[in-house]
């Protein structure tokens, strides 16, 4: 029998074993590895060891710019990015018990984006720029309520959830490229290098904005963590366990949408995160909600700071947006998980 | 069973239609030119009348690309719903068209090939391999080709794409201006000269798929009925996406990513003149025609003096009746 964390609280109830524990510890070791040699990496090499100094000493050294102004904010832009949309996916894929749903298939990413573009297109003269996650999130949770409404049909299944994202994407997608095409040149490149996915020119101010989401959303979707592991039961189970099913689950997508429409306002439509996170996280550790969860927001967080970095290194000096090689692992994988799901 | 008569005169209507809808883009518009003198402009050119600059430059090439373009994409979705045995097969959800827009853009950033006569073997071969891709995709498993598998498949691929192009297009931001309004699909702003070399590819794909409607009739009937019969299954499907890639590949080579159009027609025209692809095919290209050339005046008139990308309206057509039928294929698979 493995030794078991377990932290019990009125509110909270996360069982780890020591495994887990392990785990996760490792997964932290190999984020900060990622985040350094992020740091270290770009245009200018800079030695680790020097980065290291530079974050810990108080006084600003000769890389201070380079560093704490330039590279850091991305970094943690991209970390918080990526486990944002993990975590949105995990909560997803237990929700409609199908491991291909993720914000992106689903046209959630694609309803964030559409208000997005509107907003940088039509309203960003006249309102400022704080009300963009308003915006991505509105779109978000407009979308999804569609969707969820359009596979409504005496119950909703996951097929008909996913071919109704589909069409949605192609129809979200279509009137994004509409406003883009009408809005003037400067505003409409704006739009598509955010569309594509990229957290370039990220800054302190990003990341403050963007922490407070994620400081709500991530333990309120742990205090849930028990009714998650119950649901993936199925519906009876979870009734005659005292869930109230139909709430949880409306709380539980309203986290995801909100969790991935922020990640959206911040970095654009990223995509396939909120798929792959939580898949390889199911690897590594074991499948309760209260594992994953963690173990999702450090991976989903790595695969987005290395992607971007190996976007703004690979070819200098050009910035190639993140979204490009997140989508270029994703999409196998994808296809990867559609050939085994279907075997 | 409708007879041929009933069916002649179905299509007797649809090419009706089709005549009034290429006449009515000819001369409506920002500038509405009267009948009569459209019908001047072919008879008794005047080179000084602006009516008719504007009719045998802008308007009739214009006309023509959305008509072709149109009944290319109708007949192309036919052909892959009769393929694959799926409703919601068409190049636009199977990653075809995503296919031949990445390669062009490829194309265009690395090599900066500029002529639509190289862009048409480019797209071929990007519409070809992305088809190929997803139908083999589709067809792994134990349980075969299953219209779900090969849709997901199509949509993985399509972000795989997409996302492509959209990096390229942000490296090479000088490109974007140039190049995204044919993203967004247009049929706008090309000249005759431009089109002419890719309407032969076109036009011999379309009568090309008539000839084989008696053979898919055959074919959709199942595998191993079609080869009792004595058909050459192989060399029937072989044809068929040979016809689709040349078809999809040389509509999205002209007018960019036209969406829904090879998705909702064949689903019009089976409803009017029933699974026969003897009728069907020639329907789907009279409707096809007529739908791109309607979508293309609704695109004028939507938001005066600008113009709606027609990629865009057939899109917004287009999504709620994706929707529909994903509803019902959803049921049918449960």
Request: proline content about 4%; glycine content about 10%; charged content about 10%.
């Amino acid at each position: 029998m493995d030794k078991l964390l377990t932290l019990r609280t009125s509110v909270v109830s996360i069982q780890l074993n020591s495994v887990t524990l392990k785990m996760l510890g490792t997964l932290l070791i190999g984020t900060l590895a990622i985040a350094l040699m992020s740091l270290s990496a770009g245009s200018q090499w800079l030695n680790p060891i020097e980065v290291v100094k530079e974050l810990l000493l108080s006084e600003p050294g000769q890389h201070a710019f380079v560093i704490e102004t330039l590279r850091l904010p991305r970094v943690v832009t991209g970390f918080l990015v990526g486990g944002a949309l993990a975590v949105s996916g995990l909560i997803l894929q237990s929700l409609v018990r199908n491991p291909l749903a993720s914000p992106d298939i689903i046209g959630i990413t694609s309803g964030a984006s559409a208000a997005a573009v509107f907003f940088l297109s039509y309203l960003a003269e006249t309102v400022s720029a704080l009300w963009l996650p308003f915006a991505a999130i509105l779109g978000a949770a407009l979308t999804s309520l569609i969707i969820y409404l359009l596979a409504w049909r005496q119950g909703v299944t996951p097929l008909r959830l996913i071919l109704i994202g589909i069409g949605l994407v192609a129809g979200l997608g279509a009137m994004t490229t509409f406003m883009i095409v009408l809005s003037p040149i400067a505003t409409s490149m704006m739009a598509y290098v955010w569309l594509t996915g990229s957290i370039y020119g990220s800054d302190w101010q990003d990341v403050t904005a963007l922490l407070p989401w994620l400081l709500v959303l991530l333990p309120l979707s742990l205090m849930l963590s028990r009714t998650i592991n119950v649901q993936e039961l199925g519906d009876p189970v979870t009734v005659g366990l005292g869930v109230q099913v139909q709430r949880t689950r409306f709380v539980l997508l309203a986290i995801s949408v909100a969790l991935a429409g922020s990640a959206v306002a911040y970095a654009g439509a990223i995509g396939f995160v909120g798929l792959i996170a939580p898949h390889i996280a199911r690897q590594l550790v074991p499948r309760s909600f209260g594992s994953l969860a963690p173990a999702s927001l450090l991976i989903g967080g790595c695969l987005v700071v290395v992607a971007d970095t190996i976007g703004r290194t690979a070819f200098l000096p050009l910035d190639v947006p993140a979204g490009v090689f997140v989508s270029a692992v994703g999409a196998p994988f994808f296809i990867y998980l559609l050939y085994r799901q279907h075997r | 069973m409708m007879s041929s008569s009933v069916r002649s005169f179905q299509l007797l209507i649809a090419i009706i239609m089709l005549v009034v809808a290429f006449v009515a883009s000819i001369v409506l518009g920002q500038t509405s030119i009267p009948l009569g003198t459209a019908f001047d402009a072919f008879t008794n050119y005047d080179a000084n009348s602006i009516d008719h600059i504007i009719l045998t430059t802008t308007r009739l090439s214009r006309a023509l690309t959305a008509m072709f373009v149109g009944a290319g994409l109708a007949v192309a979705g036919a052909l892959m719903q009769a393929m694959t045995r799926n409703p919601l097969a068409s190049p636009g959800i199977f990653g075809v068209n995503a296919g031949a827009l990445f390669a062009i853009v490829l194309c265009s950033t690395l090599f900066s090939i500029a002529s639509l006569q190289d862009y048409i073997w480019i797209a071929f071969a990007g519409a070809g391999f992305a088809g190929v891709l997803v139908y083999g995709l589709g067809t792994i498993g134990r349980d075969g080709v299953t219209p779900v598998k090969i849709v997901l498949a199509g949509a993985a691929i399509t972000a795989l794409f997409v996302s492509f192009t959209q990096g390229l297009l942000v490296i090479n931001q000088d490109g974007l201006d140039s190049i995204l309004f044919w993203l967004a699909g247009s049929v706008a702003g090309r000249s005759l000269e431009l089109v002419r070399p890719v309407l032969p590819f076109l036009f011999i794909a379309l009568v090309a798929s008539l000839f084989l409607g008696r053979h898919i009739n055959i074919l959709v009937s199942g595998e191993d009925v079609a080869k009792g019969l004595g058909q050459r299954t192989i060399l029937i499907r072989l044809l068929m996406g040979l016809l689709v890639v040349g078809l999809a590949g040389s509509a999205v080579a002209i007018a960019g990513n036209i969406a829904f159009v090879g998705l909702i027609v064949p689903h019009i025209a089976r409803a009017l003149f029933g699974t026969d692809h003897r009728w069907l095919l020639p329907g789907c290209m009279l409707l096809g025609a007529t739908l791109l050339l309607l979508a293309d005046i609704a695109a004028r008139f939507l938001i005066m003096p600008q113009e709606v990308p027609i990629g865009v309206m057939t899109a917004l057509l287009g999504t709620p009746f994706f929707i529909y039928l994903a509803r019902q294929t959803a049921v049918a698979q449960s």
